[in-house]
């Protein structure tokens, strides 16, 4: 899926996170931002969270004229899994599904990963830092709960989960992963490279041909990681924040 489908829905996680009403817009246009703007007044939205293509100037330079700000640009990578064998892994870890008794495990670990990473919600000051670093623990244990993902993929190594991947198809044809952590202390052990494996497995499994996973475009190490099992760029969105005052 190269580009995402319109579609504008109300946040009742963001609303409960920041405490202010979330409107959340993917596959913005142009031509739809008085729509948005329109809706999210007449829905009694305060904070708006609007995604567009990277290369969609006229919809960037409408949201700027509408008083948006840029905070983030998320970069996609994409591997054909059908077109070359899926790599290997050489790591001692474990690749396994989460269980359900492990969320807690999770977001634990996902909140130290994320620990000083610097997201879209923390680009805006007007955001409570602390909420936004929990954002990717609460992600992580709704993802083991089965709230926010098809799947969870662990790495265990020497008795203790040492990385996930939150995984979902997004059609028939193509999953995705969501949500990719390494646990600080177990850094430079193949986890990384073991998690992607795991997922590309994965993916096949259910059938699909094709697998994409993004990152802020400041995340270079992780690309890095990405390139190495294959995966190439594929396209990019930028992530503007609007205040409805």
């Avoid at 919600?121 to 990717?136: G, I, M, V």
């Avoid at 992580?140 to 996930?164: C, N, Y």
Wanted: hydrophobic share 45%; aromatic share 10%; glycine share 6%.
């Amino acid at each position: 899926m190269s580009e995402q489908p319109y579609r504008y829905a109300l946040s009742a996680l963001d609303q409960a996170r920041f405490g202010v009403t979330t409107a959340r817009v993917d596959g913005l246009t142009a031509d739809r931002v008085p729509e948005v703007l329109a809706r999210s007044r007449a829905d009694g939205v305060t904070f708006i969270i609007a995604r567009c293509a990277a290369t969609d100037f006229e919809t960037v330079h409408a949201l700027e004229r509408a008083g948006f700000l840029l905070m983030d640009t998320l970069v996609y990578w994409a591997r054909d899994l059908r077109k070359t064998p899926l790599p290997f892994s050489d790591s001692d870890a474990t690749i396994r599904p989460a269980r359900a008794d492990e969320a807690e495990q999770v977001a634990a670990l996902a909140r130290a990963a994320f620990r000083g990473y610097f997201g879209h919600y923390h680009a805006d000051e007007r955001l409570d830092r602390a909420a936004a670093d929990e954002t990717y623990a609460s992600w992580a244990e709704r993802s083991v709960r089965g709230e926010a993902a098809d799947a969870v993929l662990v790495a265990e190594l020497d008795g203790a989960l040492a990385g996930l991947i939150t995984l979902r198809m997004n059609d028939a044809d193509e999953g995705e992963g969501i949500l990719f952590a390494v646990s600080p202390t177990m850094q430079r052990r193949g986890i990384s490279r073991a998690l992607m494996v795991g997922a590309m497995a994965w993916c096949a499994e259910q059938g699909a041909s094709r697998m994409v996973i993004s990152t802020q475009l400041m995340n270079v190490a992780s690309q890095k990681a990405w390139a190495r099992t294959g995966f190439e760029f594929s396209h990019a969105y930028y992530t503007f924040h609007g205040w409805l005052e």
